[in-house]
């Protein structure tokens, strides 16, 4: 059984910085990915890293997060850096399986720019 503890939010000032932190279990994961989703919007992708190696991020992230994934760990990070209150929002954590189909997704972990 999957499971994903994230972990890293919380209330920063515009400017400041934060790190998640996701920490996969409970199978082989071909990808980790960083959604989030802001009050009345829809979940958007922030960054993942693609099979060949590549970072993808989000123009609005892009910058000043960065995402970086220790395989041997199965734990993803997503440092971000220079916070603007428009990153405000829920943080999600998704992972890919290996043979599998769909994402498998955390509980979120909520972030909050004050401006």
């Known amino acids: 059984q999957v499971q994903l503890v994230e972990s890293g939010g919380g209330l920063v000032q515009t400017g400041g910085s934060l790190r998640l932190t996701c920490a996969a279990s409970?199978?082989?994961?071909?990808?980790m990915y960083w959604y989030r989703q802001a009050p009345g919007q829809q979940r958007e992708l922030v960054a993942t890293d693609t099979i060949s190696g590549e970072v993808v991020y989000a123009d609005s992230v892009r910058g000043r997060f960065t995402f970086s994934r220790d395989k041997a760990k199965n734990t993803a990070y997503l440092q971000m850096l220079d916070l603007k209150p428009e990153d405000t929002g829920v943080y999600y954590c998704?992972?890919?399986?290996?043979?599998?189909?769909?994402?498998?997704w955390g509980q979120g972990t909520q972030v909050t720019v004050s401006s």
């Open positions: 998704a992972v890919a399986e290996k043979g599998r189909l769909g994402l498998k």
């Open positions: 409970g199978s082989v994961f071909s990808a």
